[in-house]
C-alpha cells in the first residue's frame, strides 16, 4: 500500500513539475505536500500525518531571523511576513500556529527589519501624531454624545416628581 502510494506521489509530482518550473526546495515540499494528502484521502495513518504537521522543521531561533522568516511547518523562507502564507498554504491562523509551535505572542510574525522599517516610515510621515488627533476627535465626540443623554435621564427624572 505505502508503494503505491509513492508511485502515486511520484506521478502526481512529476506532472505538476513537467508544466512547472519548481526549485529543489519547492519540490520536496511539494511531493511531502502530495504524499501526506494522498496518505489521508486513503486513510492510511491518518494520526501519522498529523504528526508530521505538527513537527516543525526548524528551530526558532532559525526560523525567526532578522531579514527574514521561515515557516515551520512547510520550511519556506525569504519572507517578510508569515501571516498570509498561513492562510493561503497551510489555511492556518497565526495563533494556532503559535499554539503548535508554542511560540509566545510576543514574538511577532514579521522580520524584524521590516518591522523597524514600516515603524521608521509611518514615524516619518507622522502617522501616530494622526492617529492620536483623531482618536482625540473621537473620544470628543463620544464624550458629546453621552452628555446630552445624561441631561435629558436629570429633567426626565424631575418631571416625574
Known amino acids: 500500500m505505502a508503494q503505491t502510494l509513492l508511485e502515486l506521489t511520484a506521478s502526481i509530482v512529476s506532472a505538476h513539475a513537467s508544466v512547472t518550473e519548481m526549485s529543489g526546495e519547492e519540490l520536496l515540499q511539494e511531493i511531502q505536500r502530495v504524499f ?43 519572507m517578510k511576513t508569515l501571516t498570509r502564507h498561513l492562510s493561503q498554504v497551510h489555511g492556518m491562523k497565526p495563533r494556532e500556529y503559535r499554539k503548535q509551535f508554542g511560540i509566545p505572542s510576543s514574538q511577532s510574525l514579521t522580520a524584524k527589519n521590516f518591522s523597524d522599517a514600516r515603524r521608521k516610515m509611518a ?12 482618536r482625540a476627535v473621537r ?23
Open 123 to 134: 514615524n516619518e510621515r507622522g502617522l501616530a501624531d494622526n492617529l492620536a488627533k483623531a
Open 36 to 78: 501526506s494528502s494522498l496518505q489521508v484521502l486513503e486513510g492510511a495513518a491518518p494520526d501519522a500525518a498529523g504528526e508530521l504537521a505538527k513537527a516543525p522543521t526548524m528551530s526558532l531561533k532559525k526560523a525567526f531571523q532578522p531579514d527574514q522568516i521561515f515557516c515551520m511547518i512547510c520550511g519556506k523562507g525569504g
Open 139 to 161: 473620544a470628543a465626540k463620544l464624550a458629546k454624545a453621552k452628555a446630552p443623554a445624561a441631561v435629558k435621564t436629570k429633567t426626565s427624572k424631575a418631571k416625574k416628581a
